[in-house]
């Protein structure tokens, strides 16, 4: 690893106000990412706190944000012949990226790869990724103990979460309005959702001494995203993260406790604790990407999958099928097993198009250089 630090760097500590990785003297500890740097030495790391259709906002020190002028793959748009970035693998939030050049004039120079990125399919007929969040430790799905509340939205956040590299976490707000016969509910519901890796906090949302359950996964150098659906506290966890007012907060719908987006863009964060923030707009629609593993999401039931007597057991009329008798005998909700069959269809449909959307690209990519090699030979070399 190079001892060369870039007389340009940041200050190490505001570094890790806003989530970088590294040792004291400010070195990051992904050997790769020193790779990187020591490749483009005139560049200092900053890390996307904002990201618009016009580019995006960076920042590499809390309080510090400007603008960054991006490299023009990143702006190509779909259909351009070559040097083209997809979408899915441009910078979002969460992303560090090196910049060289005054903050009034700054430039990306290369954006380093990634530790860790919840995505979603994005809605379409066409297979498309949408990035969620990028270079996270810790992903806080939140649920109101009111009408929010839904176990098997919930069971689709875990799938998404599950591979993305980091830390699920269950959080349960609202408990100032739930009763105890409610939150005793809940919690019965989640017990086969919320497994061994996914731990459960119930939480105050406007408590900040409650919120501060929360504080053991937000120290220095740490990254928490908040997902779940509009109306469900996100906004007003931030907001008792902070200590501040920062957030817009909005009434949710008696009729199904549900809220506008008070939260138009994802935004980066850093909070008092030492680490940082990612708030993110509701969603409505979690499609899988096809990169998910079921299995991580519903290992109760792939460990009673393991004891049917057929291997290839789809647990509908097989005899000996361990999964229909744990349901029929009331160990395992049917609505579970119900909604692990429909998310598994999904991921493998998703699977598929995947796995055509990457044979599509590798055969552009043969055409491609075969039509550059004909006009090289043609016209020649340029």
């Not at 929360?214 to 509009?230: D, F, I, K, M, Q």
Request: with cysteine.
């Amino acid at each position: 690893m190079s001892d060369v630090v870039p007389a340009s760097a940041p200050d190490p500590a505001a570094l890790l106000a806003i989530g970088w990785p590294s040792d004291e003297a400010g070195r990051p500890l992904d050997p790769v990412w020193q790779a990187v740097m020591d490749a483009h030495p005139d560049g200092r790391p900053a890390r996307v706190i904002e990201q618009h259709r016009t580019g995006y906002v960076v920042a590499d020190a809390p309080g510090a944000a400007f603008g960054v002028e991006s490299l023009g793959d990143w702006l190509r748009p779909p259909g351009y012949k070559s040097g083209r970035t997809d979408p899915q693998d441009r910078p979002g939030v969460g992303d560090w990226l090196l910049v060289e050049g005054p903050e009034t004039a700054a430039k990306a120079l290369a954006l380093l790869p990634r530790h860790s990125a919840i995505k979603r399919g994005a809605a379409g007929e066409h297979y498309k990724q949408q990035l969620i969040a990028a270079n996270i430790d810790v992903v806080f799905v939140v649920s109101g103990l009111d009408g929010d509340f839904n176990p098997r939205r919930i069971e689709r956040y875990l799938l998404l979460v599950h591979g993305s590299g980091a830390r699920p976490v269950l959080v349960l707000t609202k408990a100032d309005v739930a009763g105890a016969a409610t939150l005793e509910e809940a919690r019965e519901a989640l017990s086969s959702v919320a497994t061994d890796d996914v731990e459960t906090v119930v939480v105050n949302a406007r408590d900040p001494a409650s919120v501060a359950a929360l504080n053991r996964w937000l120290g220095p150098g740490r990254t928490a995203v908040l997902v779940g659906s509009s109306g469900a506290g996100k906004s007003t966890l931030t907001n008792s993260l902070l200590g501040i007012e920062r957030m817009k907060t909005g009434a949710v719908r008696e009729h199904d406790s549900r809220g506008r987006h008070t939260t138009t863009h994802r935004s980066l964060i850093p909070l008092p604790q030492g680490g940082c923030l990612i708030d993110t707009p509701g969603m409505r629609e979690l499609k899988p990407t096809g990169e998910e593993d079921v299995a991580d999401t519903f290992a109760d039931i792939e460990a009673l999958a393991a004891e049917c007597r057929f291997r290839d057991c789809v647990h509908e009329k097989e005899p000996g099928c361990a999964v229909r008798a744990a349901v029929q005998g009331g160990t395992l909700d049917p609505q579970r097993l119900a909604n692990f069959r429909k998310l598994a269809g999904e991921v493998a449909a998703a699977g598929d198009r995947l796995a055509t959307r990457l044979q599509q690209k590798a055969q552009a990519r043969v055409q491609g250089k075969a039509l550059n090699k004909r006009l090289d030979d043609k016209y020649g070399k340029h």
